[in-house]
């Protein structure tokens, strides 16, 4: 039966606005993201078959666009619907540590704030921690282009981003989309270069960060930045 023949103590929709949405399952949240269901089930049914497919959100969001076609009757609008959300809900997470700027004392410190938004990613992602005389967060900033074997135009971007913030020092962070967090000869290559640049700009490399599956490599930690 369609929601929407539903008694409407029943509906998603209707019961998030009565009661709140922290009153809603995962089923429920994610029907009212779907909206409409598709031939033989409702938004709920085809929710909590998802749910059973992929076991939670953050697996969902680990996944590329070939898994979820795989799922029958899931189009690209729904798929869109759902990855567009979970791609929010790790936005305002990044925002709310930006809000409080917490002191970063060591690796572990870094790990907590973006481990959970990175380990995930496909594709590899540069970000840097600026970071305020007393080592609090002033920002967190995406680099958008270029790879660790094409170190010269992510080094020039990063240390724009860090003087346009004034920023004291800074943590480099990215992902090994393979999982595996050891440094490879380009990594370090690139590390060196790093630290270099900012000795001659007065902005220090604290460290860099490679993310895998839950775990992580500290340039820091290893002795490798002095």
Known sequence: ???????????????????????????ELLAIILRTGVKG??????????????????????????????LKGLGNAKISQIKAVIEIARRFNEEKIKEK??????????AGILMSRMQDLKKEVFKVLLLNPQNR???????????????????????????EDSASFMICVHNHPSGSPHPSPEDRDFTQALVKAGEVLLIKCLDHIIIGNGSYFSFCDEGLIK
């Open 41 to 70: 089930q409702s938004a709920l049914d085809l929710a909590r078959r998802i749910l059973r497919e992929f076991e939670s959100f953050r697996h969902m969001g680990q996944l590329d666009l070939a898994h979820w076609e795989k």
């Open 137 to 163: 967060v002033i920002n967190i900033v995406e680099i958008g282009q270029g790879t660790v074997d094409q170190a010269n135009p992510i080094i020039r971007e990063i240390f724009q981003k860090a003087l």
């Open 1 to 27: 039966m369609p929601i929407n023949n539903w008694p409407k103590e029943d509906r998603p929709r209707e019961k998030l606005l009565r009661s709140g949405e922290h009153t809603l399952s995962d089923s």
């Open 101 to 110: 700027r917490p002191k970063i004392k060591s690796s572990e410190d870094v």
